[in-house]
């Protein structure tokens, strides 16, 4: 009997995720005994080209890390539907957009200005940027087209499956690969990890304690039993979906958010927002700003990995007043 068919691919990605995939060592050999790996670009030499010949739903589960950034990274997320029975977005730039999505707070005319105009390290007199397509003498050069907007994969595609996590733990992964062997995946549309919050995972000691000032995390050694809230240091756990195995909270460092809103949630900054603001001890306006002023980083800290998906999508651009120059 023919082995099942398995493709990974990494779009606007730090390439994380698909080390968590090597990650799991030895185990890699039974993914490779149990299923052919048809196209994985950071390890096996297979072309588009491969993968456009090939007839539609032929691959069985299809990995797809990172977010969508460019019009290469969303054609190939197409391509990949269509061949593919099963589609996973892994990790957290798939399943919410993760750090590419901060790109939203701004714009690609910013970016380019930023990176190729005011950056200290250009070299760029003419004040070149880049183009889609650019004639030379030997013929046309194509780049991909750079969106003003990132994207999480299941905005470009419909996604049976969630795997969050930056990246996903090893354990996930498995998990996952060996539903996938035996045929017992969940329903579609599951997120792969815990419906509880972080939070409620969490043994740390709770006792209702208001804080009156922010911490970042150098700025205090925290008490490694007691709630990292509580005791003044964003803990982005309330607004968490479980499942990682509290891996930074055991490292006695606050969770970041990388496993996106708990079930039921929809924007997972807005949850965090009213978390924190509900452990202050402050009641008038004018000691809460100052101590929301604490937050150093706030779009970085309640939106670091859920941007794309939020409500809040992308910053609005400014409205150009009539008749301004
Ligand atoms: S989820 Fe994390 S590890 Fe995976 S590609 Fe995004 S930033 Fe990298
Ligand atoms: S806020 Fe963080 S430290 Fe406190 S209970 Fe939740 S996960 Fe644990
Ligand atoms: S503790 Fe939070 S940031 Fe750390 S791995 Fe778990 S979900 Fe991600």
């Not at 399943?95 to 930023?114: K, M, Q, S, V």
């Not at 060996?178 to 329903?187: H, K």
């Amino acid at each position: 009997m023919a082995k099942p068919k398995i493709a990974l691919y990494w779009a606007a990605s730090c390439g994380g995720c698909d080390v968590a995939v090597l990650d799991t060592n030895e185990k890699i050999l039974d993914i490779a005994s149990i299923a052919d790996i048809v196209f994985w670009p950071i390890a096996v030499d297979f072309k588009y080209h491969h993968v456009e010949a090939m007839e539609d739903g032929v691959i069985d589960l299809c990995l797809f890390n990172g977010a969508l950034r460019n019009s290469e990274q969303e054609k190939i997320a197409k391509l990949l539907r269509a061949k593919s029975k099963v589609m996973v977005a892994f990790g957290a730039c798939a399943c919410f957009g993760g750090i590419p999505a901060l790109a939203n707070f701004t714009n690609r005319d910013e970016i380019f200005e930023r990176a190729y105009i005011e950056a200290p390290s250009n070299d760029n007199a003419s004040g070149t940027l880049p183009q889609t397509l650019t004639k030379v003498n030997e013929g046309e050069l194509e780049l991909p087209e750079f969106f003003d907007t990132v994207s999480n994969l299941d905005q470009v595609v419909v996604v049976e499956y969630f795997m969050p996590g930056c990246p996903p733990p090893v354990d996930l992964i498995l998990k996952v690969v060996d539903a996938f062997a035996t045929g017992q995946l969940p329903p579609a549309g599951s997120v792969i990890a815990s419906d509880k919050t972080l939070c409620d995972e969490c043994d740390r000691t709770k006792e209702e304690k208001k804080i009156t000032r922010i911490y970042r995390p150098h700025e205090i050694i925290p008490d490694p039993k007691k709630c990292l809230l509580e005791q003044g240091i964003i803990c982005c756990g309330p607004a968490t979906r479980g499942g990682c195995g509290l891996r930074c909270i055991k490292a006695n460092m606050p969770c970041r958010g990388c496993f996106g809103p708990p079930l039921g949630v929809i924007d997972q900054g807005a949850k965090m927002l009213s978390a924190l603001t509900s452990t202050y001890e402050a009641k008038e306006e004018e000691e809460i700003a100052r101590l929301l002023s604490e937050v150093v980083d706030p779009a970085g800290t309640f939106y670091r990995f859920s941007m794309a998906k939020s409500l809040l999508r992308r910053k609005r651009p400014v409205p150009v007043e009539v008749g301004a120059k």
